[in-house]
Every structure is written in structure tokens, then in C-alpha cells.
Nanobody, 123 residues
Framework: QVQLVESGGGSVEAGGSLRLSCVASGYTYSTYCMGWFRQAPGKEREGVASILNNGATDYVDSVKGRFTISQDSAKNTLYLQMNSLKPEDTAMYFC?????????????????WGQGTQVSVSS
């Protein structure tokens, strides 16, 4: 089983920044695609960003220009750099991974999910 463990969440003022990390362990081959989802209380999960193992990235429109997804393969770690945070970014953020199919934040079926890390942005 692949384990995904997120960290880096916290409470920040609007306009601030956070960097989320996701450490992946347990897999026997390179991850094809990884991404970040988020879910606010009472809301549906929303795909935020994705990244292929070749570095190609994709983002939901609401975070383009503010968030950057990246990965450090040597450390088996995924990152989400979040700048210019807005109150509407407040949510639980989940790390996800898959080993096939389309790599996009629009994908709803993922092979593995992390436990989530909370991001709270105050106005």
C-alpha cells in the first residue's frame, strides 16, 4: 500500500503563504501522477492541482498564478506552494496519487489519498 502523509497546513492572514508537503512511501515504482484536492466544510471535494512524473502540471482556474505544485522525486515528496491566499482557500487539503489514466485536478478517481492537512485563511 502507498502511504501519503500531508503536512504544512496552518492558519494565515489573507495574502499570506503556506507550503504544503506530502511524503509518499510504500510504492514499488515511480508515481505516474500526483495532485492536491481540497474540501471545505459542507462543500464537495475540489481538485486543485496535478503533476505528472515528467513535471507537467495542471491547475484549477481559481488557483492559477497563486499556487504551484512541484515534486522532489529523490525525497518522494510532493509540494503545494500557496501564495496570495484568500479566505475561500480555507479547506482541508488532501494529497492524491495514481498510476494511470488522465492526470488532472478534474480527475475524481485516485488510487491513494492522504489524511489531509487543514488550511485556514482569515480576512
Amino acid at each position: 500500500q502507498v502511504q501519503l502523509v500531508e503536512s504544512g497546513g496552518g492558519s494565515v492572514e489573507a495574502g499570506g503563504s503556506l507550503r504544503l508537503s506530502c511524503v509518499a512511501s510504500g510504492y514499488t515504482y515511480s508515481t505516474y501522477c500526483m495532485g492536491w484536492f481540497r474540501q471545505a466544510p459542507g462543500k464537495e471535494r475540489e481538485g486543485v492541482a496535478s503533476i505528472l512524473n515528467n513535471g507537467a502540471t495542471d491547475y484549477v482556474d481559481s488557483v492559477k498564478g497563486r499556487f504551484t505544485i512541484s515534486q522532489d522525486s529523490a525525497k518522494n515528496t510532493l509540494y503545494l506552494q500557496m501564495n496570495s491566499l484568500k479566505p475561500e482557500d480555507t479547506a482541508m487539503y488532501f494529497c492524491v496519487a495514481q498510476w494511470g489514466g488522465v492526470c488532472s485536478p478534474g480527475r475524481t478517481n485516485w488510487d491513494y489519498w492522504g489524511q489531509g492537512t487543514q488550511v485556514s485563511v482569515s480576512s
